[in-house]
């Protein structure tokens, strides 16, 4: 996958800010893209200045009020009374984070390419006789978009947080990378799992 590449590149070029820039961008920033490309065959083109798009803000927008609207459905009345009070400017921002979403899915629909895709999987599940309409692609391009991105992106500043605070693991995760690469270059998604960290597997379990 090309995106590593580019992401560890711009990391580094942008090192000098890290101390002022907040760890968790970068994970969004590569979650993002990362889950984008393997949705829509193209990647959001974050990783290369290492800056947040306006799309990425919307789409922030849409997760924290899904979290909200999940809990205010236990208080029916409550629930209406604050769908009809959604401010418009908010209400602007969902739908233009959605219109992006059909927009992307439109796109991926009229390339031509043979490489392997969460969405080229929802169409050959559709032509194999599975009803869905493409309302229904839509929402569930958005919803793996939203549901997908975030919580990668939490688990990986989590992953950080531990690996940081625990200097035994980190070295000898330091140490297992390069003696399994030689270069960023070497790292792909065929030569990954030849790499044995299954402490990893561990932090993850604990931070999730």
């Given amino acids: 996958m090309w995106i590593w590449p580019k992401f560890s590149t711009a990391l580094r070029e942008y090192s000098?800010?890290?101390?002022?820039?907040?760890?968790?961008?970068?994970?969004?920033?590569?979650?993002?893209?990362?889950?984008?490309?393997?949705m829509f065959g193209e990647p959001l083109g974050l990783c290369e200045n290492m800056e947040y798009s306006d799309w990425l803000s919307q789409l922030?927008?849409?997760?924290?009020?899904?979290?909200?609207s999940r809990a205010l459905q236990y208080f029916p009345l409550l629930f209406r009374l604050a769908t009809m009070m959604i401010p418009?400017?908010?209400?602007?921002?969902i739908d233009s984070s959605y219109?992006?979403?059909?927009?992307?899915?439109?796109?991926?629909?009229?390339?031509?390419?043979?490489?392997?895709d969460m969405l080229g999987l929802m169409l050959k599940h559709k032509e194999e006789g599975a009803e869905m309409t493409m309302d229904e692609?839509?929402?569930?391009?958005?919803?793996?978009?939203?549901?997908?991105?975030?919580?990668?992106?939490?688990?990986?500043?989590?992953l950080?947080?531990?690996?940081?605070?625990?200097?035994?693991?980190l070295e000898r995760l330091?140490?297992?990378v390069r003696e399994a690469f030689n270069s960023i270059d070497d790292i792909t998604m065929e030569s990954l799992p030849r790499l044995i960290v299954s402490h990893l597997d561990t932090l993850f379990r604990v931070r999730s």
């Fill in 88 to 93: 418009k400017h908010i209400q602007e921002t």
């Fill in 137 to 158: 692609l839509y929402a569930n391009a958005d919803l793996l978009m939203i549901a997908g991105t975030e919580t990668t992106a939490t688990s990986l500043s989590g």
């Fill in 174 to 176: 330091t140490k297992e």
């Fill in 16 to 38: 000098a800010e890290l101390g002022t820039r907040q760890g968790e961008d970068t994970d969004d920033i590569h979650s993002f893209d990362t889950i984008a490309d393997l």
């Fill in 99 to 116: 219109q992006n979403t059909v927009d992307k899915v439109n796109k991926r629909l009229a390339m031509k390419t043979e490489r392997p």
């Fill in 60 to 68: 922030f927008v849409s997760i924290w009020l899904a979290g909200a």
């Fill in 160 to 169: 950080t947080w531990y690996l940081l605070n625990n200097k035994p693991v």
